[in-house]
């Protein structure tokens, strides 16, 4: 028989061996800090995060002539410098949060646009990655109690996020080219669905919901991509990615620095912890 260890009435434990980067890492390691809230101002610097991210992806492979996937390894260079700036900062600030965004929208729009460099067809590349966001998605949403006004990040997160990144930028251009929509007119499909479902969910008590969350982002992705496409296609690809850029930078610093109303300010998260 295995004897327990008993512990005397008024014994201290010892504290485990512990450092102040492995303090920041226990506390912050399911979630970023600068986080937004969920909220239509949320929303709508998505859309416009989803628009440069086509761009800048485009302007990577194509404008700066690095190519689809030489730049991912970079790009993955700039996502942990961003999350890694963000775990160790002692002020809020969501600009490193839409950065990362950025980030991974671009990596995204090269991942999925280098399916055409192995000359695999939508009919084979759409069904695949859809069925890895689906099952990312139920991954996270066993995760997560509710979105409340706060994004529960982590590792999944970021996971399904570059999967939906990856949807869209396979979703729009199918839409565009194989349904023949044409990318104004896959913006205009998508941020109009996309808009549904988010209003039809507010009425229902907020986006609380993950696959609500996570259906209404990917129909924004794609309407990005067809959006990113149209712009590119009307004004060119540097001053598509300017504009779109500015009008990005712009909401961002206007409102979460000038109203500063949509900060994260809760340093608690009503989210589980990850499992595995």
């Not at 961003?82 to 671009?106: K, Q």
């Not at 590349?125 to 069925?131: A, M, Q, R, Y």
């Amino acid at each position: 028989m295995v004897q327990r260890p008993v512990r005397i009435v008024g014994q201290s434990i010892p504290p485990k061996p512990t450092s102040p980067f492995l303090d920041i890492w226990h506390k912050r390691r399911n979630h970023v800090r600068s986080l937004p809230k969920i909220n239509a101002v949320y929303w709508i610097t998505l859309c416009a995060a989803s628009i440069f991210g086509t761009n800048t992806g485009d302007y990577v492979s194509d404008a700066m002539g690095i190519g689809h996937l030489a730049g991912l390894p970079w790009l993955l260079v700039v996502f942990l410098l961003l999350i890694g700036a963000d775990l160790v900062a002692e002020f809020s600030a969501p600009l490193l949060f839409w950065a990362a965004i950025i980030t991974v929208r671009t990596a995204a729009t090269n991942f999925g646009d280098a399916f055409h460099d192995f000359h695999i067809g939508f009919e084979i590349s759409l069904p695949i990655v859809l069925v890895l966001f689906a099952v990312s998605v139920l991954w996270y949403r066993r995760s997560c109690v509710s979105l409340m006004k706060n994004l529960p990040t982590g590792g999944v997160y970021w996971l399904t996020m570059t999967l939906a990144g990856i949807v869209g930028t396979i979703g729009g251009d199918a839409a565009s080219f194989r349904l023949r929509l044409m990318p104004l007119g896959t913006a205009a499909l998508f941020f109009l669905l996309a808009g549904v479902v988010i209003a039809a969910s507010k009425r229902k008590g907020g986006w609380t919901n993950p696959l609500i969350y996570w259906l209404a982002l990917v129909l924004i992705r794609t309407a990005g991509t067809g959006a990113g496409d149209a712009l590119a296609h009307a004004a060119g690809l540097p001053f598509a990615t300017l504009l779109s850029g500015g009008v990005f930078v712009g909401l961002v610093i206007w409102f979460y620095a000038v109203i500063g109303t949509n900060v994260r300010t809760d340093p608690e998260l009503v989210v589980e912890a990850e499992r595995g």
